[in-house]
């Protein structure tokens, strides 16, 4: 603006000077003098005033990508300090976002972004078959929860994994389209331990039912001969 203020106050001194001291009397140049002198200032004024819309707008961008920087570091604060291990993927599978207990809990140390799911996370069911996460993913409508499913560390270890998994849609996408998604969140944890006190109890009270139902058996015999 100041640039452009300058500018036009010197084209019209020196227009004047031309007008009143050099060509005041060809009225023919003296009006192309003025057209020109009134274009001339028209095109600055627009112009400056395209700047400083282009101004605004870099302002507006700058201000907008400093938010989103913000709320960015606040979400990985915020996945970071969970004690669930989480995962963010984008639509082919890629590791986005993760936190410190996806490394604990997989006992790691390396960076998992730019992996794929399916290589962070090998998984089988109780039969031994190899399962794939991404493949659950691409089919995901909702959120789901799954408990049946091992990781196999290099050590040949296995620990039991309840994996919750949901798509991410923002409140356009949802409105507009509800099969499209932007990625999808999984949560893990390792439910190894608690599993294992399961089957031990079914285990239990099927024995001890077992062990009941002869003696049982027997005493209702004997009530009915009585």
Request: charged share 25%; glycine share 4%.
């Amino acid at each position: 603006i100041k640039g452009t203020i300058i500018s036009l106050s010197i084209l019209l001194i020196f227009a004047l000077i031309d007008i009143f001291f050099v060509h005041s009397n060809n009225q023919t140049l003296l009006l192309n003098n003025m057209a020109t002198l009134v274009a001339i200032t028209a095109c600055g004024i627009v112009t400056a005033s395209i700047f400083q819309t282009q101004k605004v707008s870099q302002e507006r961008i700058n201000e907008s990508i400093a938010k989103e920087a913000l709320e960015h570091d606040r979400i990985l604060t915020l996945v970071n300090n969970l004690t669930l291990p989480i995962l963010s993927v984008d639509m082919k599978g890629i590791i986005r976002v993760y936190n410190a207990a996806s490394l604990n809990i997989l006992d790691t140390n390396d960076s998992l972004n730019g992996h794929h799911i399916d290589e962070i996370l090998p998984l089988t069911d109780k039969k031994g078959t190899e399962v794939s996460l991404f493949k659950e993913l691409i089919n995901l409508k909702a959120v789901i929860k799954r408990d049946d499913l091992e990781y196999s560390f290099d050590n040949n270890d296995r620990m039991r994994l309840e994996i919750t998994c949901a798509p991410i849609r923002n409140i356009y996408q949802k409105a507009k389209n509800s099969e499209e998604n932007n990625g999808y969140i999984v949560i893990f944890r390792d439910v190894t331990k608690e599993k294992s006190l399961e089957e031990e109890r079914d285990e239990f009270v099927s024995v001890t039912s077992h062990e009941l139902r002869t003696p049982l058996a027997s005493i209702r015999t004997a009530l009915g001969l009585m």
